[in-house]
Structures are given as C-alpha cells and as structure tokens.
C-alpha cells in the first residue's frame, strides 16, 4: 500500500485560493490514480476530484467544477487540490485518496486514505 500525507489547509476569506498537497511513500506512486475527499461533521465523506495514473484524465463532482483543479506530479510523488473561488460551503476536512482507478475512486474503493486537513472559508 502507499502512505499519504496531506497538508496545506488553513483559514481564508471567501473568494480566496488554497492548494492543498497529499505526498505520497511505499509502492510506487505512478500505479495509483488520487482522488480528493471532503467531510463535514455529520455526513459522509464525499467525492470532491479524481486523476488518473498518467494525469491525462480529471474528473470533479460539480459543486466544484471550474473552480477546483486536481494535478499530480509522478517524479515527486505528489497530489495537488487547487482551490479557486472559495466558498464557505467548502469548509470541511480533506482527505486524499489512492485507489486502483479514477472510476474506483469515484465509487469510494479507497486502497489508502491521507490523514486529512482542515479547510474553513469565512464569509
């Protein structure tokens, strides 16, 4: 399995940015597509973003499309959340994600999950 740690949230105003990193260790970064997750107390944990192993392929839940960008860099083994336009909706704890295939991601078959990382956007 691969180890995950994300890091990057924090505080901002709405209408602010953050990037969001998840660095990845054990087997081989490059077999594993990423995805990024979100969870509020009270509800489940819920798709935000996914790319495939290769990066070619992005695929966003739509409350977040246009202003999310999910990117990863294989030589360094890292997964990227760009946030654009936040909203106080998107306050949560982000969790990163490795799964066997963007669709599997999707579906939440989660091989290995990041320790997650606190986004609050203020109105």
């Known amino acids: 399995q691969v180890q995950l740690v994300g890091s990057g949230g924090g505080l901002v105003q709405a209408g602010g940015s953050l990037r969001l990193s998840c660095a990845a260790s054990g087997r081989t970064f490059s077999m594993y597509a990423m995805g990024w997750f979100r969870q509020t107390p009270g509800k489940e944990r819920e798709f935000v973003a996914a790319?495939?192993?290769?990066?070619?392929?992005?695929y966003y839940a739509d409350p977040v499309k246009g202003r999310f960008t999910i990117s990863r860099d294989n030589a360094e083994n890292t997964v990227y959340l760009q946030m654009n336009s936040l909203k106080p909706e998107d306050t949560a704890v982000y969790y990163c994600?490795?799964?066997?295939?963007?669709?599997?991601?999707?579906?939440?078959?989660?091989?290995?999950w990041g320790q997650g990382t606190q986004v609050t956007v203020s109105s």
């Open positions: 994600a490795a799964g066997v295939t963007s669709a599997a991601i999707r579906r939440k078959l989660i091989d290995s």
């Open positions: 790319i495939s192993t290769s990066g070619l392929s992005t």
